[in-house]
């Protein structure tokens, strides 16, 4: 049985802390690095629910995308609900690990992830890691469809094939659009509009899109926008990371229980429609 300090060397070697943005808070937030592992949930959000789901699970760690604390902090007290995850965690022996810009640079990363649940092909970053000599790692990535399709038939193939959310899916720019190469990247997408219209796409999947960038982007290319709940663009990586620790488990010998939790963390919980809107 592996050592958290040694899952977490095995997490770092997939996803080094060093390759984080500036701003980022990712590594271990709270765990004995002695602590024995048996079983790990991954999951976006270090929040309560997925808290309460690595206690009735059993799990001794946790490795989640976004920070528990992006900015630091002065308390832990369990009257704030971040204190109040750290004191459940504690208390139950949980270990709760982050990778999150790391991981999204990362190859394979998030946005890698995003690709595959869609079946595109990955020919490259949208913005390459200028560090990285095999130009494979950096933000986002640039895809081909195996075959041409319409702007709506992509957008149905995102809303099929990513996990159910009240959003669904929205798209901006003409549906009957040809599409043929497309950009990705999970998360919050849009301060990378000039990039993707530099790259020549006919399409851009990714999360959190806002009026006047959209507005502004579809008035002046045809690029079609295809917008999904942050948490759905990211949610195909747990599934990703978790098959590399299989795999690093299954070559050490750890025979850890790697799960993926399937706890809808999206904080938008419905959607409706006035009458008459486009659907
Ligand atoms: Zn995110």
Known sequence: MPRLSEVIAALDALWPPSRAEQWDAVGTVCGDPGAEIRRVLFAVDPVREIADEAIELGAQLIVAHHPLYLRGTTTVAADH?????????????????VAHTNADTADPGVSDALAGALDLRVTGPLVPDPSDPSGRRGLGRICELEHPETLAAFAERAAQRLPATAQGIRLAGDPDAVVRRVAVSGGSGDSLFDTVRAAGVDAFLTADLRHHPVSEATQQSPLGLVDAAHWATEWPWCE??????????????????????????????SRFSSPGAPN
């Open 240 to 269: 990703l990371a978790a098959a590399q620790l299989d795999e690093i488990s299954d070559r050490h010998g750890w025979n850890l229980r790697v799960h993926v939790s399937h706890t809808v963390t999206d904080p938008w919980s």
């Open 81 to 97: 609900f971040k204190g109040r995850v750290v004191h459940d965690l504690i208390k139950n022996d949980i270990a709760l690990h």
